[in-house]
């Protein structure tokens, strides 16, 4: 799969809408002023290995920014020691704060630079964003939670995020089968004493058997109780999945907020239904994939890792 | 503090595993909302919680805590009874209301 591909793909599964210019940048920025010299400025990108400078008035307004090939240009034409101000480009592309990792990345495919400042309100530059600043930002995003639904197929053909293992065999499986709350947890118990039959520490087994039980709960909250929960565990790694057959979850940035919940007050009184499942899920996984859609079954497998703890 | 000096602070009744009075847990915490229980993760914490429902001890079992304590004096089921004992969760119950049974314990040097 290529860059371009995935940064298709997630964008189709909405996992940037959190993400705006001011939560990509980087804000350690080196900028100099209109006065400052040529030699300044290479000085400043050889040190910080950087292709751009932005430059800004007293007031940190942006005013301009000098790349590489300027310096090259000023280096032919032995203008060093003249000020910044004669060799810069004035008209910067630029974007804000708040724009969104659309924005951002239209402004990539427009304009063919390496780098964008980033400007307040009021023009003050807040930071840079390069290519690798995005990169991150994909990867970060990846790693937090890694979700999708139906048009996974569509736009990540065969790449798969969840485990290949399940398809063959799963070391434990257990038929989540419950009306109302009474069985709900039973599941996670035999997977706990499974668990610790082999071998596994105490923390990443008491780690793998929470998640699994708020999964469970989910399910059986949220989803008719009907349902499977299985585990793969081998090489000091244990992967769990929890699947359900449905109504899935419509929006999963929003399900994953702490305190999020569609929880009735019924189930409220029985205990749960405080938004907390999910948010401790992420908190004690080393890995989370949550995969669903509104009308879609829920699956969410998790992945804990012994060297981990 | 010792699960029995919890049952002499609160004057409790042990519903389940007299045999392990014996047991030591050094924090508390008071709840009824399970999720917000299996955010903490400190096996040797005792539960005080309001609700009698089988996910009390399925969530001290996924946890590792040695105890619960029931407030208010409320009847447990015993469906819930049977699954603390065949899960070796001690449970205690108390006539105070969460907020009293905490503070008892809390004053006597069970923090949080
Ligand atoms: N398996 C599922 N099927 C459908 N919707 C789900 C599923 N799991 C979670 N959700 C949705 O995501 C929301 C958040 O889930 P989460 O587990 O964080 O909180 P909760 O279950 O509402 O409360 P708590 O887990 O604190 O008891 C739920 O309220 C529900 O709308
Ligand atoms: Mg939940």
Redesign the pocket.
Known sequence: MSLEQSVEALRYLGLFSSLDASSVMSTAVHALHPEDRVAAARTLMREKSISGVPIVDADSRLVGIISVSKIIEALADGRLADSVDSVMTRDVVFLHAHDTFETILSCFQRFKFGRFPVVEEDGKLVGMITDTDVLSAIIRSFYSVYVHDQRRTMTLGSFSALSKEFESSADFAYDISSTGLENAGEGSARLKAFLQSKGFGDSIVRRASVCAY??E???C???GGKGSLRAIARNGEIIVRVE?E????ENIDL??KEG????TDAIRELG?????????IRLFSDHLVII?GKDKS?K?EMIFLADKE | MKLSEVLEITSATCIVGEQLASIEVNHAFASD???DVLAMSRPDTLLITGLTTPQIIRTAHMLDLPAILVARGKDVPQDVVDLARTTGIVLLSTHDIVYVASGKLYVRGLSG
Do not use: C, K, Q, R
């Open positions: 708020e999964a709960i989910n399910v909250i949220h989803a359900d449905g109504p899935g979850i399900s994953m999020w919940s569609t929880a749960f239904g405080a938004g907390m499942g999910l948010p401790n669903s829920t969410v | 909302l399970m999720s």
